[in-house]
């Protein structure tokens, strides 16, 4: 073999085995390297997903609360006054008044209303979850109210009846002559009624989370004697928080910032207890009388948050 043909065989044997030679793996650094951005990604992605998924709860929240106004004023219009909170024979409440015009005319059909509303007759309808009724911020863990021995499905949406007597006393808020809220015990009220103009007037407030008692989205202590009157307020909740029970809507108290104390400046958020709360960051929402619905800040005035309870104190409430 000619001295050029031996140095050209070398060549391609070398460049054989250098195309043929394995790729390398990663080291252990590489490797180190990708989780720890891939960690970092993680973390600057996550906050948005969260915030993405609570804006989206908080809108079907406002939904519910839209659905649950118009069902007022559908009402309304049907039968020339709103829905009591309660029937002053058998205790029906508004939650079952409006069922028809919610779209939840199965539930209604099935209700007895020639009976009371815990009556044998209506203990099984009255355990049905009605999604309009549940933000779906609340956390999934909740259970049934239970009044009575028999449980019944939740509302997180209740009227504020009235503001507590001990409250409209404290000095916290300018006192109210008609501390009453639009919906208060088996009283008849007309929107005409409501003397403050409908835009200055709360129907609906969210009141989340019971029967569960939670003071600043924390379970709150199984007992607590707190100056709210309830000397056991996990027995209370229990009892009144079903969309059926009479007993769910709330005469508001002020709070201290434990969130366990009465009375004191604080109306929203610091416990569901006699309170406006809600588990949304920041405030809760509410409808009013008008229709609308509106996001308030937690930091709202007592004595605004007050205004709007009341509709027949001539207040015209402002921007809040």
């Known amino acids: 073999m000619a001295p050029q043909e031996g140095e050209r065989m070398r060549e391609l044997n070398q460049k054989g085995r250098l195309e043929f030679q394995p790729s390398r793996a990663f080291t252990l650094i590489e490797l180190l390297v990708v989780i720890a ?26 939904n519910n609360l839209k659905q649950i106004a118009l069902g007022f004023h559908n ?18 409440t508004w939650a079952v008044g409006i069922l028809p015009f919610i779209e939840q005319g199965a539930i209604y059909e099935r209700y007895d209303f020639d009976v009371a ?4 007759e209506n203990r099984e309808i009255i355990q049905t979850n009605i999604s309009t ?37 404290s000095g916290h808020i300018t006192r109210r002559k008609n501390p009453n809220g639009m919906l208060k015990g088996s009283k008849v009220t007309r929107f005409r009624d409501a003397l403050d103009g409908l835009s200055n007037t709360l129907l609906m407030t969210e009141c989340a989370g019971r029967p569960q008692f939670f003071v600043k989205n924390r379970l709150g202590p199984s007992t607590n004697v707190n100056g709210c009157g309830n000397a056991d307020v996990t027995q209370s909740l229990a009892k009144w928080g079903g969309w059926a029970n009479p007993g769910h ?9 434990d969130g366990l104390t009465c009375t004191g400046p604080y109306v929203i958020n610091k416990t569901n207890n006699n309170e406006a709360y809600s588990f949304h960051t920041g405030g809760l929402q509410i409808n ?3 229709g609308s619905v509106r996001f308030i800040s937690e930091q709202i005035s007592a004595d605004v948050f007050a205004s709007l309870i009341t509709y027949q104190e001539h207040e015209v409430v402002g921007e809040f």
């Not at 509303?117 to 044998?120: E, M």
């Not at 809507?249 to 910032?257: A, K, N, R, T, V």
């Open 37 to 62: 951005i891939i960690g970092v990604l993680v973390g600057l992605l996550l906050p948005a997903v969260q915030a993405a998924r609570e804006a989206a709860r908080r809108l079907q929240c406002s």
């Open 75 to 92: 009402y309304h219009s049907a039968y020339r006054q709103l829905p009591r909170q309660q029937d002053p024979v058998n205790r029906h």
């Open 117 to 120: 509303w815990n009556a044998v």
């Open 133 to 169: 009724y549940l933000c779906p911020t609340t956390p999934d863990n909740r259970s049934f109210a239970n009044d009575g021995g028999f449980p019944t499905a939740t509302t997180d949406y209740v009227p504020p009846g009235s503001i507590a007597a001990e409250f409209n006393r």
């Open 249 to 257: 809507s709330i005469p508001i108290h002020g709070f201290q910032g």
């Open 288 to 290: 009013l009388a008008d």
